[in-house]
């Protein structure tokens, strides 16, 4: 299991924003379950000694948000790693209005239902099998951000909570963002959309958790993308 600070992060050379949504607060007076689900970014850039860590720490089973079209990395020959592919965005139709960091992640809801429940469904199947899990997309801030708000928003963690979640990732974003930069000698993400070049913003999430309100809640918000009561149950029983 993930050794833990009081951050709830894990701390590499060049894998960031890797934590465990394990120690936040929940509505019945408990806390969520720690060494089951961790949200990160790319671990493609991990140093020698950052593969050697998450692998003696167990991390070494992964749920891809990205796109299939990404480079091969270091999981991809090492044996005993697991990758699962979740794309969450080829399927997305064009958007009906300007994209901005206050309405990417209701945007993705809106218009890749099953693609998100597609990759909730992935992530708790492989967690009930195998914990730990690590989710990621590129920089583990817009597409990893939405699942873990749907994830917490299933466990029954407090809007505060999942904001603070949400928001905590800017930190690792710009450390990340500056090595890269320095390393490629060009801004890092530099023909990446304009709505995710740069740190996530509140009005995001709280715009995605009142998305998820306004279709009565994550549960059935999963259920209008395909999963049954029993997927939507074993999702929400993880944390708890």
């Known amino acids: 299991m993930p050794e833990q600070d009081e951050g709830r992060a894990i701390a590499f050379e ?8 394990g120690g936040l607060p929940t509505r019945n007076g408990g806390t969520t379950r720690h060494g089951v689900l961790l949200r990160a970014a790319s671990p493609g850039y991990a140093s020698p000694a950052d593969v050697d860590r998450a692998c003696r720490l167990g991390l070494t089973t ?18 005993g790693v ?32 099953k693609e998100v ?14 914990p730990p899990v690590v989710f990621h997309c ?4 817009d597409r990893t951000g939405l699942i873990a708000i749907l994830l917490l928003s299933l466990a029954s963690v407090p809007v505060h909570a999942i904001v603070d979640d949400y928001l905590a990732s800017n930190p690792g974003y710009e450390e990340m963002r500056r090595t890269l930069t320095a390393e ?7 023909g990446a959309p304009a709505a995710v070049r740069g740190p996530v913003v509140r009005a995001a ?36």
């Open 62 to 79: 992964f749920v891809d948000l990205r796109r299939p079209d990404h480079d091969p990395d270091w999981r991809d020959s090492t044996p």
């Open 138 to 141: 590129h920089t583990g801030k």
């Open 14 to 21: 060049k894998w960031w924003n890797v934590r465990d949504l």
């Open 82 to 113: 697991t990758i699962l592919d979740a794309d969450l965005v080829s399927g997305l139709g064009p958007p009906r209005e300007e994209i901005t960091p206050e309405n990417l992640l209701r945007f993705l809801l809106d218009g890749g239902r």
């Open 184 to 190: 490629i000698g060009s801004e890092f993400q530099a």
């Open 205 to 240: 999430a709280e715009d995605a958790l009142r998305f998820l309100d306004e279709s009565g809640g994550a549960a059935a918000y999963l259920e209008s993308g395909g999963l049954t009561a029993e997927e939507i149950d074993g999702a929400a029983s993880l944390l708890r």
């Open 117 to 130: 429940a597609g990759a909730v469904r992935t992530i708790t199947a492989a967690a009930r099998r195998s």
